[in-house]
């Protein structure tokens, strides 16, 4: 009878996800053997001492893993989600002690010839524990207890991976806000990420974040002289003649020093007297408004200046922190990312990466240049071609069909995902789904990125292609406790 029960319940597995995970492997198989080829001992599949023998045994290793997983209760992952985030977060601060440094991140444990990150396992057992928490009764995330509680659980993990200083794991934790959003998170939260994000990147854009400032500053105006404008068209075609001029005030004030004989450095850094008459400009304008006997007006008003010196610390406070406080390799990442005419300036040191990546990209042309006939890929220009650059290696064999091909298939992935979230009757299974396409929406979207210089370059792997017995197991877990979930959905 039990057998015939798992019998049943194997019927009821999604085959489209199944199938799409297993292609996946495959192609990522393949591409590393396309990576690590020796004409020497072209059919070394079972080799353990080459990369695409270590990663056939994950693959087989990982397909009777998930054949247990399916095999087993599905209740089980939510009765034990929190012992489970308990014991993934408990493996992570070992890595400090214990673990082996790899790319000055102690991030990996290691066992004889094997390496293991338990950051992959630490977004398993967050997926389980955001999910058991947000579909228990009482949780509510209009509420603040509700909000704090989901916000910690996945801020602990990324606390001590940060502590490891690896960076693009930390960043794939905050892939959880996606099921955030659809279990009801207000998109005041998001409005607030996405507009710190844009000012941390202009901060970063410049080197001197004073001119992003009086940008802010010269919008602010600009509002404030539109409110002013029906009941003194005095003023406000006074302060719009002033516009203009503010924006020339560093070439002015300059010629102005130099016409009395006075270094421009002699009164300290240059730039920021560029604030100075936008400030002049603003106050005026901001006191004329909030002497209105209007209490909204005033209230708005001071909204207002709090979002500008919030603001304007934020921008200083990038730029500080990037360009005073990093590695300088470190900030070259940054400055080759934002500056593109960067890279090409340091062909042959931090640039290197970035540059080979799009010429073996590049050099696929349509059709690309053939299985095992990627002459970048051969000569291993792109380093770490078998892990984080391995899209590199389907753009020059495989070209833009290649490269089509596999962002259709990803995307085929995640609107499957969305499919099997929206039909669970459990909340748990539910926002379970949504934990999953979070990360691999993060993971794809960033890899691809930086191998095309559309994103910084900081080290995550492409799910289910690169190479890595770690990153494979927990894409994985996630992907069979999916299916087992989705296969019990009528049931729960």
């Not at 960076?167 to 998001?190: H, K």
């Not at 603001?311 to 990093?326: G, K, P, W």
């Not at 990442?333 to 080979?356: D, Q, T």
């Not at 993060?442 to 900081?458: A, Q």
């Amino acid at each position: 009878m039990a057998s015939q029960q798992a019998a049943l319940k194997l019927n009821e597995i999604d085959r489209q996800l199944l199938g799409i995970y297993v292609a996946l492997t495959t192609l990522g198989w393949f591409l590393i053997f396309s990576v690590t080829y020796n004409e020497d001992t072209p059919y070394a599949f079972f080799n353990m001492g080459t990369l695409a023998g270590k990663q056939l045994f994950f693959i087989v290793f990982c397909y009777a893993f998930m054949f247990v997983i399916l095999l087993t209760d599905w209740s089980i992952w939510r009765t034990f989600s929190l012992p489970i985030y308990i014991f993934t977060l408990l493996l992570l601060p070992g890595t400090l002690i214990f673990g082996r440094e790899v790319n000055g991140a102690h991030a990996w444990y290691q066992f004889g010839g094997f390496t293991f990150q338990p950051s992959e396992l630490a977004k398993f057992g967050t997926s389980l524990a955001l999910a058991g928490y947000l579909s228990s009764s009482g949780v509510d995330l209009r509420e603040w207890r509700s909000q704090f509680i989901s916000f910690l659980i996945f801020l602990l993990p990324v606390a001590v991976i940060m502590l490891q200083s690896d960076t693009g794991s930390a960043l794939v934790f905050f892939s959880f806000l996606l099921a955030l959003y659809r279990e009801g998170l207000s998109p005041r939260w998001y409005v607030l990420g996405f507009g710190t994000t844009a000012l941390v990147v202009l901060g970063l854009m410049f080197d001197q974040p004073a001119y992003v400032v009086a940008s802010l500053i010269g919008f602010m105006n600009y509002i404030f002289i539109a409110r002013m404008r029906r009941r003194n068209q005095v003023w406000w075609g006074f302060f719009v003649l002033l516009i203009p001029v503010t924006f020339w005030w560093q070439t002015i004030f300059e010629w102005l020093l130099g016409a009395v004989h006075i270094p421009v450095t002699a009164l300290g850094n240059p730039h920021l007297y560029v604030l100075l008459p936008h400030l002049v400009l603003f106050f005026p304008v901001f006191f004329i408004n909030y002497l209105k006997k209007n209490s909204i007006v005033q209230r708005q008003l001071q909204v207002w200046l709090l979002m500008l010196s919030l603001a304007s610390a934020l921008v200083f406070a990038a730029n500080f922190a990037c360009y005073s406080v990093l590695a300088p390799h470190q900030q070259q990442r940054v400055k080759i990312w934002l500056r593109p005419g960067e890279a090409e300036a340091n062909a042959k040191g931090s640039g290197y990466n970035l540059i080979h990546s799009k010429m073996a990209i590049g050099a696929g042309g349509f059709f690309g240049k053939g299985p095992l006939q990627g002459n970048m890929t051969k000569l291993k220009y792109v380093p770490k071609q078998s892990t984080d650059y391995i899209f590199c290696t389907v753009g020059e064999e495989h070209g833009f069909v290649g490269v089509t091909s596999m962002i259709v298939l990803f995307l085929w992935l995640l609107y499957r995902i969305t499919v099997i979230a929206e039909r669970q009757r459990s909340n748990f299974s539910r926002v379970y789904a949504y934990c999953v396409a979070g990360i691999v929406f993060i993971h794809f979207t960033v890899n691809v990125g930086m191998t095309m210089g559309l994103l910084p370059t900081i080290g995550i792997p492409l799910p289910f292609i690169s190479y890595g017995g770690s990153s494979l197991i927990g894409f994985t877990l996630l992907i069979a406790v999916l299916l087992k979930l989705d296969s019990n959905r009528n049931q729960a």
